[in-house]
C-alpha cells in the first residue's frame, strides 16, 4: 500500500536558521502531494498541495517541489521564526485509491527558539 | 468559507464505557474522515463516509462505530474505552475528489479513566 516517510522529529531550531523536512513516499500511482502544518490546540490546516511531477509549491515562505524520480517531496524555509513552531505532515492522495483517502506521514515536530 | 465543529472539545470517559463524538460541517462536502491521533503516530484512519448513510473502514475501525446521519453531520463511537486511553481524535471533511484537501476540526481530547 501507500506509504510516506518523514523526517523523525522533534527539530529545534533557532530563528533564522533554515529549516528541511524530508518526505519520502512510495505509490504505484502518480500521487497529489500535501503538506499540512498543526498548530497547538488546532487541527491540521493545508500549507499547500501540488498535483503535477517536478512543481513547485509554496506558502508562508515555506516550499516543496515533487520530485517524481526521487519519490521525494521535502519541505524547506530559508529562515524560521518562533511563529513556524508546529508539527508538519506530509500526505500523499493517491489517485488510483479509494474516495479521497489521505495517506499521513507520521509528522515532525518543530520548534523555533528565539 | 465553512467551518467543522467538533463536540466535547474534552472527553473523560470510565474504562468500559461507551463514548460517543460529534462533528459537523457547514461546507456542503460530501465526504467526511474521523481520524486518531496519538503522540508520535501521525493521523491514522478509523471510519470514512463519501455520502450520507454511507460508512467505510479505514485502518483503526476495531472498537470503533460511526453514522453518518446526514450529509453535515458525522458520528464516532468508541465501543468500549480502555483505561489509561489517551487520544485526539479529528473530524475533517472534503469535496471528495482525489486531488482535494481536507479540512479538519480543532479535535476531541479523549482521557480515559
Known amino acids: 500500500g501507500d506509504s510516506v516517510t518523514q523526517t523523525e522529529g522533534p527539530v529545534t531550531l533557532s530563528e533564522g536558521t533554515s529549516l528541511t523536512v524530508n518526505c519520502s513516499y512510495e505509490?504505484?500511482?502518480?500521487?497529489?502531494l500535501f503538506w499540512y502544518v498543526q498548530y497547538p490546540g488546532e487541527g491540521p490546516q493545508l500549507l499547500f498541495k501540488?498535483?503535477?511531477?517536478?512543481e513547485k509549491g509554496s506558502n508562508r515562505g515555506f516550499e516543496a517541489t515533487y520530485n517524481k524520480e526521487a519519490t521525494s517531496f521535502h519541505l524547506q524555509k530559508a529562515s524560521v521564526q518562533e511563529s513556524d513552531s508546529a508539527v508538519y505532515y506530509c500526505a500523499l492522495s493517491d489517485p488510483g485509491g479509494s474516495n479521497a483517502k489521505l495517506t499521513f506521514g507520521k509528522g515532525t515536530k518543530l520548534s523555533v527558539k528565539s | 468559507g465553512g467551518i467543522i465543529t467538533q463536540t466535547p472539545k474534552f472527553l473523560i470517559g470510565q474504562e468500559g464505557q461507551k463514548l460517543t463524538l460529534k462533528c459537523q460541517q457547514n461546507?456542503?462536502?460530501?465526504?467526511m474522515y474521523w481520524y486518531r491521533q496519538d503522540s508520535g503516530k501521525g493521523l491514522r484512519l478509523i471510519y470514512y463516509?463519501?455520502?450520507?448513510?454511507?460508512?467505510q473502514k479505514g485502518d483503526l475501525s476495531e472498537g470503533y462505530d460511526a453514522s453518518r446521519e446526514k450529509k453535515s453531520s458525522f458520528s464516532l463511537t468508541v465501543t468500549s474505552a480502555q483505561k489509561n486511553e489517551m487520544a485526539v481524535f479529528l473530524c475533517?471533511?472534503?469535496?471528495?475528489?482525489?486531488?482535494?484537501?481536507?479540512?479538519f476540526g480543532p479535535g476531541t481530547r479523549l482521557t480515559v479513566l
Open positions: 461546507f456542503n462536502h460530501d465526504t
Open positions: 505509490t504505484k500511482q502518480y500521487p497529489t
Open positions: 463516509s463519501i455520502t450520507e448513510n454511507d460508512l
Open positions: 501540488v498535483p503535477k511531477a517536478n
Open positions: 475533517a471533511s472534503s469535496p471528495g475528489t482525489f486531488y482535494a484537501e481536507q479540512f
